[in-house]
């Protein structure tokens, strides 16, 4: 069926990395743009990193630039979070999202996964 | 990238009707027909309920519709039901291939 599956969390120190995946499936992933989207514990939700649906271009929140990466492997239908110097502030249930960039830009995220939770603590 | 303005709570009791607004700027919500609304029960993931400020997803209740007028959006619940009860997030594009989010709006049905 027609769903997305993150996986990829876990607790990490500070400083460190990881890498969340997101396995897309029922759907032609080469058709539609793809968000990593955050929630903090008890907070709301924020977007956090975009990528076309050709892979050509990408965009992130200010917060994570030049320390997160989003890429896309369409041989496996997977979107990636590359994760580095990870901060306390980045402990956060993430999720991936799909966009169905109907304007040619980000537009609205019409199927969402169950979301990873990433903790980062020492 | 700053948060969109939203109430933290709004409360009905069934069969009522409730409505939960959204601010931005006008270099957000005012300048693009792109405010979506999302419904996150607890321990869940978001679901699209409203797209294009107005406009509902196949198999979203006619009970959910959207307005705006200037930098506010609006979400307008009619006839209150206990599945009601859950966050609600509005969201926009803000320029430069960028998205924001609301801060969020508990509902609670009395």
């Known amino acids: 069926q027609v769903q997305l599956v993150e996986s990829g969390g876990g607790v990490v120190q500070p400083g460190r990395s990881l890498r969340l995946s997101c396995v897309a499936s029922g759907f032609t992933f080469s058709s539609y743009g793809m968000h990593w989207v955050r929630q903090a514990p008890g907070k709301g939700l924020e977007w956090v990193a975009v990528i076309w649906y050709d892979g050509s271009e990408k965009y992130y929140v200010d917060s994570v630039k030049g320390r997160f990466t989003i890429s896309r492997d369409y041989s496996k239908n997977t979107v990636y979070l590359q994760m580095n110097s990870l901060r306390a502030e980045d402990t956060a249930v993430y999720y991936c999202a799909r966009d169905p960039f109907v304007h040619g830009y980000p537009n609205w995220f019409d199927l969402w996964g169950q979301g990873t939770l990433v903790t980062v603590s020492s | 990238q700053s948060a969109l303005t939203q109430p933290a709570s709004v409360s009905g009791s069934p069969g009522q009707s409730i409505t939960i607004s959204c601010t931005g700027t006008?270099?957000?919500?005012?300048?693009?027909?792109?405010v979506s609304w999302y419904r996150q029960h607890p321990g869940k993931a978001p679901k699209l309920i409203i797209y294009?400020?107005?406009k509902r997803p196949s198999g979203v209740s006619n009970r959910f519709s959207g307005s705006k007028s200037g930098n506010t959006a609006s979400l307008t619940i009619s006839g209150l039901q206990a599945e009601d009860e859950a966050d609600y997030y509005c969201c926009t594009y803000a320029g430069s291939n960028t998205l924001v989010f609301g801060t969020g709006t508990k509902v609670t049905v009395l």
């Open positions: 006008s270099s957000d919500v005012g300048s693009y027909n792109l």
């Open positions: 294009e400020g107005t």
